[in-house]
Nanobody, 121 residues
Framework: QVQLVESGGGLVQPGGSLRLSCAAA????????MRWYRQAPGKEREWVAG????????NYADSLKGRFTISSDSAKNTAYLQMNSLQPADTATYYC??????????????WGQGTQVTVSS
């Protein structure tokens, strides 16, 4: 079983920055993809960014390009989301997802518990 632990959320003023982390723990053989999503109150969960581990290719929701950056530390099986120029509209619970294969040869698709990001003055 692979568990994800998120951290880095909090309260930030408009224009500020935050860096979210998502650490995977367990019997991981390989990671194929890492993704971030967010869900604002009363809204559906939306995809934010993704990273393909083998190539390092990243992609982003169009509305967030240039402000958010996804990255990873493969040695630590950890994903990051750097968020700059934050606005009140970015207020949401942020979730990470990591997909890969365990040492037992089984695929896993794990989600973090969510971390709250609040942008307010």
């Amino acid at each position: 079983q692979v568990q994800l632990v998120e951290s880095g959320g909090g309260l930030v003023q408009p224009g500020g920055s935050l860096r979210l982390s998502c650490a995977a723990a367990g019997s991981i053989f390989s990671v194929s993809a890492m993704r971030w999503y967010r869900q604002a109150p009363g809204k559906e969960r939306e995809w934010v960014a993704g990273l393909i581990s083998s190539s390092g290719i990243t992609n982003y929701a169009d509305s967030l390009k240039g402000r958010f950056t996804i990255s990873s530390d493969s040695a630590k099986n950890t994903a990051y989301l750097q968020m700059n120029s934050l606005q009140p509209a970015d207020t949401a619970t942020y979730y990470c997802q990591i997909v890969g294969v365990t040492t037992a040869g089984r695929s896993f698709d794990s989600w973090g518990q969510g971390t709250q990001v609040t942008v307010s003055s």
